[in-house]
């Protein structure tokens, strides 16, 4: 049974997808069978992995039941995806028995033995397709970047975190708060820290010992349809993330001795 992660904040630009893919590659280069799934109508996940054609099924035609969920499964050289384009940004309009907030759930069934982990990508919205991804997950990992309007409207995630904690998800753990475009040199980053180290308290996880730096390898490699990986493992900000996705499995691994 797969272990599933969904990538969350709903602050855009903050490092979601870029983050998404290096757990999905990352975690595929340990030899770990992947399935990547976007729930951004933006649809950059299958850029970070390697998603050659543009046009393809969707997650959204295997949400809506018009193909099972293995034909709308895409292949790339790194795992497996359902990506997502602009249609999606209807929103989850789609006709299922069930509480629509476990459309996504009852979609993957079929395939979650198929896969060691599944990562999910989501928009910049706490909405109906965020809550389905929460609902079938059994961690959270939120990226923030480290500047001071990142922390505004975190209590709202908080909130949504504990509504569905309370209702449909009570097994739900955020793994930790993931630091991206830190600057250890800079006061800025380290008040960053310090807030992220509280809000962390307050809904029971970590900042991630790793944090991400910037480089210019994490923006460019999705253009070559590389991972940040096998495109320029040498840059200092591919190197966090590879500190990050060991802590990941690091962290997954003493939360199931626990
Ligand atoms: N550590 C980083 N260093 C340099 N550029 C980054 C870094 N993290 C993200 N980016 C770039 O910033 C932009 C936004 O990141 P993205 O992962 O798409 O954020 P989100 O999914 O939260 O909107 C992208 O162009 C991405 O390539
Ligand atoms: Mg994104």
Request: glycine content about 8%; proline content about 4%.
């Amino acid at each position: 049974m797969a272990t599933i992660i969904t990538v969350s904040n709903q602050k855009g630009g903050v490092g979601k997808t870029t983050t998404s893919g290096a757990l999905a590659t990352g975690l595929a280069a340990e030899g770990k069978k992947i399935l990547g799934i976007d729930l951004d109508p933006q649809g950059n996940l299958g850029f970070c992995l390697g998603l050659e054609a543009t046009n393809g099924p969707t997650v959204l035609d295997a949400l809506k039941g018009k193909l099972p969920v293995r034909e709308a499964i895409r292949h790339t050289e790194y795992c497996d995806i359902l990506s997502s384009d602009i249609t999606l940004s209807n929103g989850l309009n789609v006709e299922r028995s069930g509480p629509r907030e476990c459309i996504l759930r009852t979609t993957i069934e079929p395939v979650i033995n198929d896969y060691d982990y599944i990562i999910i990508d989501t928009p910049p919205a706490l909405n109906l397709l965020t809550v389905n991804a929460y609902a079938v997950s059994d961690y959270l990992v939120i990226p923030m970047a480290s500047d001071i309007l990142s922390l505004v409207g975190l209590s709202q995630l908080k909130e949504t975190i504990d509504g569905i904690r309370a209702s449909l998800n009570p097994g739900l753990k955020v793994l930790g708060i993931l630091l991206t475009r830190f600057n250890a040199r800079t006061l800025l980053s380290r008040d960053v820290l310090e807030m992220a180290q509280q809000l962390a308290g307050q809904i029971d996880t970590v900042v991630f010992d790793a944090k991400i730096r910037t480089g210019v390898a994490i923006a460019e490699a999705p253009a070559h349809g590389e991972s940040i990986f096998d495109y320029n493992p040498r840059s200092s900000a591919v190197q966090d993330y590879q500190e990050f996705v060991q802590e990941v499995i690091g962290r997954i691994n003493s939360a199931k001795e626990a």
